[in-house]
């Protein structure tokens, strides 16, 4: 069947129904809401709140996210020391002083766990009037949050860390396609960077450093992985395309700096029971190994991130054109990250992609539930206070996180191949260069390079597994179901 968009298709709908059949409860209660209205009837923020909540509304913060993003988790600032280091400052939106535990708002975030992108639509885990209001860094208004400052030495490694309370503001809210190509040099300034050569400088800082710490993470095993992130090409309220998300020197340096953060807190909760996220040594290690053997390269028997980011960089100079199928298949291969309870004394599981020992998530609280309870686990270590989660239910909240970040993972791959398969429609008969992402009991699936969407091979899988290279014939799209078929050319 050739559904070529019908016109009672609708997306935002479907998008719903969709996320209503993985567990989610996309719509906000009265209760829920009556604790935002009451939110809402805060009056500003003019002083610190507290004599432990410092005053850094003159530093020069910015922050840099998608271009339509105001939901503002981050905002970021750096310092040149006298004696060459750089001092690094990381403001997290303090969500917690808004949404108390056990409140109507947390109650729901506890379920939800995570905002989820369907293209078409976002379902907030809290609600937007929070989440993209008083809660947010937005640009020119006073905030309460979190900072996590560590300092970057000469060697390019984090050699301090703290965190503590402060009152910000941000003084520059920036994109990051727009920040990204001025510091590649491939675009001018975008205008509130071209209008101050003090925030100039302060950019071209944060890039420096960015750039060093992901050069020794790369030393120490991270992996550079393309994980070919798409996003659809709406025109006139209908998806026409899917396009590739590309990184730069701006996603690189908020991802470098999160990174960096993420891996202080951590390193401040190691003696209270806490969350921590990882990625297990990959089972499938045996197939990495097989996909290096096939490009002629050989990787160690036993699991070794080190080896395999070596491998990964040299395939990226050898053959750029092709390595985003690669790192797609390194990724299924290595699988998803999960939440996990950490307590004092327990052996420490680590990140094999990020090849970290210490990592947690802290720096997303209005998009992750996750971060908000490390929020609060920060603020009542910082204060003397007991903490404010039984291992329990720290062991809960991680297994709920992961099973709902899960969902929200499936709930988001539905949704791209309905948007794929309505702009794919017109393009039924026609041959590409595919590489085969997963073989399941329900069948092989395959990834398009141009543009790159994925579907069902549904003839001619025989003998074929992750990593594969084949030509695929697009043979029918379905948009009410989200099917993409194709059989091997």
Known sequence: MNDSYPTHVDLQVMAKQIMLEHGFEPD????????????????PLTAPSSKDVRDLRNLLWSSIDNDTSRDLDQIEVAERLASGDVKVMVGIADVDTFVAKASPIDDHAAKETTTVYTGVRNFPMLPEELSTGASSLLENQDRLAVVTEFVVGADDNVNSGTVYRALVRNKAQLMY???????????AAPPKVAASGELQEQLRLQNDVAQALKRQRF?????NIDTNEVLPVVLNQQVVDIAKQERNHATDLIEDFMIGANGVVARLLEKVSSLRRIVRTPERWDRIVQLAAARGETLPAQPDSKALNDFLLKRKAADPDHF??????????????????????????????????????????????????????????????????SDDELAGIARNCT???????????????????????????????????????????????????????????????????????????????????????
């Open 219 to 223: 030393l120490h095993g991270a992996l």
């Open 177 to 187: 396609n727009a920040v990204g190509s001025w510091l590649e040099g491939t675009m």
């Open 403 to 489: 099973l709902k970040e899960d969902a929200a993972r499936k709930v988001e791959r539905e949704m791209s191949k309905r948007l794929a398969a309505v702009a794919m429609s017109p393009r039924i008969g026609e041959t590409f260069d595919a590489i085969v992402t997963g073989v399941t009991p329900h069948g092989t699936f395959v990834r398009v390079m141009h543009p790159p969407i994925e579907g069902l091979l549904a003839q001619g899988n025989q003998g074929l597994d992750v990593g594969d290279k084949l030509r695929a014939k697009l043979k029918r799209t379905d948009v009410q179901h989200g099917y993409i078929d194709f059989v091997r050319a």
């Open 28 to 43: 906000f209660s009265a209760t829920v809401q009556k604790q935002l209205a009451a939110i809402k009837s805060r009056p």
């Open 324 to 389: 985003a199928d690669l790192s797609l298949a390194v990724i299924k291969l290595i699988g998803p990250g999960e939440y996990v309870l950490e307590r004092p004394g327990d052996p420490e599981q680590g990140h094999f992609g990020l090849a970290v020992q210490d990592y947690t998530h802290s720096t997303a609280p209005n998009r992750r539930f996750a971060d908000i309870v490390t929020q609060r686990l920060v603020k009542t270590f910082l204060a003397g206070t007991a903490g404010p989660y």
